[in-house]
């Protein structure tokens, strides 16, 4: 362990001693790991980060497992992209914070939306529109509405509420009184179905 790095672990345990967080000793900490892949000052940030993450998440609704999960990713996270974190935007923890919460939606997302796909042609935003292309979108937007109608009732409902109103499978579950194998069957049919439906026509 070099100097730098014994000042920062000392600064870091007497914040633990007296319960306190000393926000200046946690930046030390991440610069030293974002200038030379500091080990024991890493080692400080998970010992103090990780089950705070963990119980964050778990707040949030997180399971145990996911909490623990995506905690882990975080910790990753800071270890590739310490570099990153700027003291003067924000304290370490509120950016740690932000990025757990961020893992987190990013998960819920893929739960929700299993057959989405980012990078779809059919889903990526186009570039500026022409006279001609706005014509053409109006078209298109004719289309997706006419594709919703053309669902069975029980997938469109559903496709309402987790595309508009943003429920998660969970909540659509408990509302319509499915269960929540049903609720996700249904709504990977619908997607199918619209995708078909669209193909060549947006």
Same mark, same amino acid.
């Given at each position: 362990m070099n100097v730098a790095t014994s000042q920062i672990s000392a600064k870091s345990a007497g914040a633990g001693k007296t319960g306190g967080y000393d926000r200046e000793a946690m930046a $030390?900490? %991440?610069?030293a790991v974002a200038a030379r892949q500091d080990k024991q000052a890493f080692a400080t940030l998970f010992d103090y980060f990780a089950p705070r993450l963990k119980g964050y998440l778990m707040k949030l609704g997180s399971g145990e497992p996911l909490a623990e999960e995506l905690s882990q990713e975080v910790m990753i996270t800071l270890w590739r992209k310490a570099g990153q974190f700027d003291r003067k935007q924000s304290s370490v923890s509120t950016w740690l914070y932000t990025i757990a919460r961020? =893992?987190? %939606? $990013?998960?819920? #997302? =893929? $739960? #929700?939306f299993p057959d989405y796909d980012p990078d779809d042609p059919l889903l990526l935003p186009s570039e500026a529109e022409q006279p001609d292309e706005a014509v053409a979108a109006g078209e298109r937007e004719i289309k997706v509405r006419a594709a919703l109608e053309t669902l069975p009732e029980e997938q469109a409902e559903l496709i309402k509420l987790a595309f508009f109103k943003g429920w998660s499978h969970s909540e659509i579950a408990i509302d319509q009184d499915l269960p929540l194998g049903t609720v996700k069957s249904r709504l990977r049919l619908a997607f199918r179905k619209l995708k078909g439906g669209l193909e060549g026509t947006v």
């Open positions: $030390d900490c %991440i610069e961020n =893992r987190r %939606i $990013d998960v819920l #997302r =893929r $739960d #929700r």
